[in-house]
């Protein structure tokens, strides 16, 4: 073989290789792939689905196997990983603006959520910082039903009934809601919850009642308030430089599957509200609704929270975006 065929079919492998590279799309994730179980699961399988038939190559990794949700926040900014389904607080440090989308009480439901994200320029500026460094934010999922107060010691219909109670925290933002509201916090990670209840450590958590249930969390907390507080959401993540290497055609066929998929994760919230009720009531647990009024004055103490969770300016983009929307 002449050096000029050699060159030649080197060349031809090398971008053989790069084809199949680029055509494989690998979805990370910390929870299980079960789509009838898990909402971000749907997300990846209407995502995959959407491609079939392209050139794409759709792969799962469940269950934290790439790595935790910092490791593949990395590996999504270094374009090695090309779609992560994170924790929304991952983004936080690098574009604080992000956490508008978390705060309490802010937006009337979720309907209202999407609205605002799907409508206005919010997206955008919350990508400013991110996509410099190599991510792009594409979408929220929902992972159940708005969040609301789970318990272990006693049912919760109005703000006093939290007084002298404390409650496991994600985050800095969540610890201070949960002590504007009268109640004492503690940041405790995830895998360590259930262990932290069970010895006092903390009496609940807010969450959304699917986050008990899937996880057996309802053996010990034996008390739900539904307050909706905020959408349940953790983000979508792609890599920056991953997607800006695409064809036009490709990038509207990954922007046509972000689409399916966060569809079917809203088809997956919407099928799951309906059962909600009824899987607490079948594990015991006794479900309280807040009394009249008790959710406006809720409402109130949350404006000062998110008078320090975001910076003026940054407050003043979230506010003006819900109102571009109204």
Known sequence: ?????????????????????????????????????????AFAHGFADALEGTEFEVKIFPSNTLGSESERYDQIAQGLVEVNLATTSTAFGMSPLVKGAAMPFFFADAEEFDTVIGE??????MNGPLVE?????????????????????????KLEDMQGMRFRALNAEQLAFQEALGSSGTIVAWAEVANAIQTGVADGYFNPPNSA???????????????NIAPSIRSVLISEDWYMS???EEKAEIDAAIDAGIKANRDWVDAWSSEV???????????TELEPGEREKMIALSEGVWATTLNPEDLKLWTDAKASVQ
Request: proline share 3%.
């Open 246 to 248: 695409l064809s036009d």
């Open 1 to 41: 073989m002449t050096f000029l065929k050699t060159l030649t079919y080197a060349s031809s492998i090398a971008l053989l290789a790069a084809t199949a590279q680029a055509a494989e799309v690998k979805i990370a994730m910390n929870g299980a792939d079960d789509p009838v179980a898990n909402a971000e699961a």
């Open 133 to 157: 460094n190599g991510v792009r934010m594409v979408g929220f999922n929902f992972i159940g039903v708005g969040i609301g107060i789970h318990n272990a010691k006693k049912p919760i219909s």
């Open 213 to 227: 249930i899937r996880t057996g969390h309802t053996e010990f907390l034996k008390h739900f308030t539904p307050a």
């Open 277 to 287: 009720r009824t899987r607490h009531e079948a594990a015991g647990v006794t479900i």
């Open 120 to 125: 206005s320029n919010i997206m955008a500026e």
